[in-house]
C-alpha cells in the first residue's frame, strides 16, 4: 500500500529507495581500502600563532582593596560594648 501511495504522490517507492540505498552503501563497506577519493570544498591553510591574550586584574584588585578597608574601618571603629556580670 505504501509503495503504490508513494507512485500516486510521485515519490520513489519506499522499497525500491531502500535497495537503491543499499546499493550505494554496500561497495563503500566492500572497499575501505580505496585509494583516492576527490573532495571538493575550501582549502584549509595554516594559521598564524595568535599572541596570548594578558588578563589584566587590576581592576579587580582595586575593587577587592577597597571592600577590604571598608571592611576594616567598621570593625576598628565600631563601639566596643561593656558588659559586667554582676
Not at 571592600?67 to 556580670?85: A, D, H, R, S
Amino acid at each position: 500500500m505504501v509503495d503504490a501511495t508513494a507512485q500516486g504522490l510521485g515519490l520513489t517507492p519506499l522499497s525500491q529507495a531502500l535497495a537503491n540505498a543499499l546499493a550505494k552503501v554496500a561497495p563503500t563497506e566492500s572497499s575501505p581500502t580505496q585509494a583516492t577519493q576527490q573532495i571538493t570544498g575550501q582549502k584549509l591553510e595554516e594559521q598564524a600563532q595568535s599572541e596570548p591574550i594578558e588578563t589584566d586584574y587590576s581592576g579587580l584588585w582595586w575593587l577587592l582593596s577597597i571592600i577590604l578597608i571598608g571592611v576594616f574601618y567598621e570593625y576598628l571603629t565600631k563601639p566596643i560594648k561593656v558588659t559586667y556580670n554582676v
